[in-house]
T-cell receptor, first 119, second 114 residues
Framework: DAGVIQSPRHEVTEMGQEVTLRCKPI?????LFWYRQTMMRGLELLIY????????DSGMPEDRFSAKMPNASFSTLKIQPSEPRDSAVYFC?????????????????FGAGSRLTVL | QQQVKQSPQSLIVQKGGIPIINCAYE??????FPWYQQFPGKGPALLIA?????SEKKEGRFTISFNKSAKQFSLHIMDSQPGDSATYFC?????????????FGTGTRLQVTL
């Protein structure tokens, strides 16, 4: 299994430009998460999907951020327009969510991240 | 509101030492406590997890200690090695980990020197 695949690994853009980050979760996983990591705020959950449906987007900082999951094997996180304060590493993670407590089945598998720099 | 507080922010130990990372939580609904390890340029990866009906769990050189009444848990790394140098995150979840929403601590950057 190739794991969670994210692209691009690095993105440098100018303020005001649109940024699209992509994620391919592990095949068979039914939950997908987008996290943002910064030195100041650590790992923040932006949004997560179960079975391709957005469940909780309360972590999305502003309307400039949007996420989609058109099918079980692909998700995007879009920032439009981007701002310098959006600079961070964005992680996608997936898991197979079961209803059995303590089963360990909900272990998050993270991708390698997309490092975004907005100038 | 930060629901999982982690300390210290950074830690330097010599090889063979026993670094200890502490976490405290507020939400009494949390009942599943994993630790994630992150190497530079990589995403976090699950290291070890504990449920609140046990006070300690060991996996190799890694041990979680759990104090339910104090709402605290900690990670100990026995005989630490330079290869353990990484950032460690504690986390918490309700419903035995079946809840999709995992709350992370702010991370501890560990450096193990020779």
């Amino acid at each position: 299994d190739a794991g969670v695949i994210q692209s691009p690994r690095h993105e440098v853009t100018e303020m005001g430009q649109e940024v699209t980050l992509r994620c391919k979760p592990i095949s068979g996983h039914n939950s997908l998460f987008w996290y943002r990591q910064t030195m100041m705020r650590g790992l923040e959950l932006l949004i997560y999907f179960n079975n391709n449906v957005p469940i909780d987007d309360s972590g999305m900082p502003e309307d400039r951020f949007s996420a989609k999951m058109p099918n079980a094997s692909f998700s995007t996180l879009k920032i439009q327009p981007s701002e310098p304060r959006d600079s961070a590493v964005y992680f996608c993670a997936s898991s197979f969510r079961l209803s059995t407590p303590y089963s360990g089945a909900n272990v998050l598998t993270f991708g390698a991240g997309s490092r975004l720099t907005v100038l | 509101q930060q629901q999982v507080k982690q300390s210290p922010q950074s830690l330097i130990v010599q090889k063979g030492g026993i670094p200890i990372i502490n976490c405290a939580y507020e939400n009494t609904a949390f009942d599943y406590f994993p630790w994630y390890q992150q190497f530079p340029g990589k995403g976090p990866a699950l290291l070890i997890a504990i449920r609140p009906d046990v006070s300690e769990k060991k996996e190799g050189r890694f041990t979680i200690s759990f104090n339910k009444s104090a709402k605290q848990f900690s990670l100990h790394i026995m005989d630490s090695q330079p290869g353990d140098s990484a950032t460690y995150f504690c986390a918490a979840s309700p419903y035995g980990g079946t809840a999709s929403k995992l709350t992370f601590g702010t991370g501890t950057r560990l450096q193990v020197t020779l």
